[in-house]
């Protein structure tokens, strides 16, 4: 069979040949049909995130799929049944471990998981795979085509939930949420967020020029778009309004401790990028302070567990067609993978990477690569 | 009568003659029996925190304090009854806001209140005070002695639920808590998280030398002592063990973005320090990325509500009689407040302060003023 590898550090991804993957027992046979590419998949790709598994030298990419189940193997799952994937698995060697068994695999600690299409094993960009039915979260044939959202949109399940959490000790009375970053992983959050009961008012940051197709899809969602060469994150509460959450969607670390800036009294800032080392000097007194007095919290989030996977299939059926059409802005066969992965050698940053800085003209937003029709 | 009065920034308390207050409707007249000296105290008198109340030039202290209902003038109060005073009320002119109608003060911006004795408005520190009946908690004679203890236990009440609700999301299995700062907020959060379910290990960060009281109080609660000179915060687990929870009441800031690293995956570091502008350069890279890969959270939380009032006066019933007397080491009448107040001219830094530097010799914990005797 087909799928996409990369030798992380040392090159493009291609087209690999590999063989049909048996599936063991309690695992189903998923033909894939398809992935989608995000920030991950470039730092993958580029190799300052995730690795290859032990004993290989090349790793299959992808963890935004949606597939079919092809052989149930007697699992429990119906042959023909649409399935989105999770992305951790048990160390290889080990069957399971607390957190596998909690339910809660997104709060494993390093070195008690893999993460199928980053770390240690290999992913979802492939004609088929196999995976443990426990791993595989049934969607409708109607949301099949957008299915591969659902990786992303289950790690901003978690986040909020995480975020909401951090302030279930008090009534808490949200109204403006900030979202920083226009990647394809910001707007689908702009969009639950200004979906959501508990936000009136929702801000995204990034640094396109108008007209923007980007800035198009944060209007007409209703939100307000903040252009970070503009405003810069700590100079928000002036310029628009303090905010209840911030989320922070950019790598751009920086940004993580302006956030407590942006906060209003009481609010939390929801982190999930994941930046390099970067010694920079912050008056960390008044940040210290600002955290105190005003009751602010910090919540950094990773990952997803089959709960939030579950909770995001439910948003995706709420999600308009226009939104997702206008986010997916290109679905690619195998004969054009390079299509799939523009910035695969053109620079080494996240796609979701909005450091200020020099202004974002491209208009691609969210691609997948399609495995077989459905 | 007599109070405890201070000129923020331009000298040390001393004892002033004022009126005994009227109670208005509503309000209860309580006899002072004892007020408790703390950091904020120390902060107030140099004048880097809080202020007088608007048409003063200085403000009577106190905000830890115990007394007994002298006129309850028909507020359902008896005569005779104990009582803790809560210290947020509602700005001058201004009956409630939404934060006090829902009981949370304590999540009140800035401008949305005032404190006794620290800004605002005159604290306890007098011979009789009044105050709305809401705003008073009633506590047993036998525990009124160490009444004046209820207020900081309070605040760590807030500050554990609030890092307990931020890990509410998923199945917190905490094991090892390390508390920064060896003042008696330390002491007593020492106290109460090693009595707690949920803890088997405490650790609690100073910097004194053996032998010291202090390190006595610390080791016969079954909590490891860690000297700040010998081991950093960041280095704290490699040498001991990554901390499921942090509490930080030493105010140095630099110990708050050094929590980051102390905590084990998934932990919490709750920030309860008031630290003044300090700039430094941080890894801010490294910080945001642990934060997210290890989901970990940050909390600040300062002051705290009734329900953590009555909380902290079942909490001080269980604390044991030698830990009470081993940190309060000094209650001092009027005709010695200058033995209340050690600190007041020593130096301009807080009870709490517990930077790496010098050695603190002091064997002072906690101080008290007695206005009456019961």
Redesign the interface.
């Known amino acids: 069979m087909k799928a996409i590898a990369v030798q992380p550090g040392a090159g493009v991804p291609d087209v690999v040949e590999r063989p049909v993957p048996e599936p063991a027992s309690g695992e189903a046979l998923v033909r894939i049909h398809r992935v989608g590419v995000d920030g991950t998949d470039y730092e993958v790709i580029e190799g300052s995130h995730g690795g290859v598994p032990e004993g290989d030298d090349r790793l299959v990419l992808g963890h935004e799929a949606v597939g079919v189940v092809d052989d149930p193997n007697n699992t429990g799952l119906e042959a023909g049944q649409y399935v989105v994937p999770t992305v951790r698995r048990p160390p290889p060697g080990i069957e399971t471990n ?1 957190y596998f068994e ?1 339910g ?1 695999p ?5 070195g008690a998981y893999v993460e199928r299409g980053i770390v240690g094993a290999h992913g979802f960009m492939a004609e088929y795979i196999t995976s443990p039915a426990e791993f595989l979260v049934p969607i409708s044939a109607d949301l099949a085509p957008w299915g591969f959202l659902v990786e992303p949109l289950s790690i901003t399940e ?1 986040a909020l ?2 975020a ?8 808490w ?1 949200p109204n403006a949420a900030l979202v920083l970053g226009t990647g394809s992983l910001g707007l689908l959050t702009v969009a639950m967020v200004a979906a959501a009961d508990d936000f009136e008012r929702v801000y995204c940051l990034g640094r396109k020029d108008r007209p923007h197709p980007v800035i198009d899809v944060i209007e007409r969602l209703g939100a307000t778009y903040i252009d970070s060469r503009e405003t810069p994150v700590d100079e928000i509460p002036t310029a628009s309004e303090p905010m209840d959450l911030v989320y922070e969607a950019t790598g751009y ?2 940004h ?2 302006e956030s407590i800036d942006a906060l ?3 609010g939390v800032a929801a ?32 990952n997803s567990n089959r709960s939030h996977f579950e909770a995001a299939i439910d948003t995706l059926a709420e999600l308009p067609d226009w939104l997702l059409e206008a986010i997916v802005t290109g679905i690619y066969g195998l004969e054009s993978v390079d299509r799939a992965f523009p910035h695969a050698t053109a620079h080494a940053a996240t796609a979701d990477d909005e450091s200020a800085g020099t202004p974002d003209d491209d208009t691609t937003i969210k691609t997948a690569v399609e495995f077989t029709t459905i």
Do not use: T
């Not at 909401?164 to 009534?171: I, Q």
């Open positions: 607390e909690r809660e997104d709060m494993a600690p390093e978690k939930e995480h909401r959490a951090s302030r279930s000790a008090f009534d009375q670390a920086k993580a401790f209003a009294p009481n982190l999930l990028g994941v930046p390099s080392d970067w010694e920079f000097e912050v008056d960390g007194g008044y940040l210290h302070r600002e955290l105190v007095l005003h009751n602010k919290a910090i919540v950094g989030s990773v």
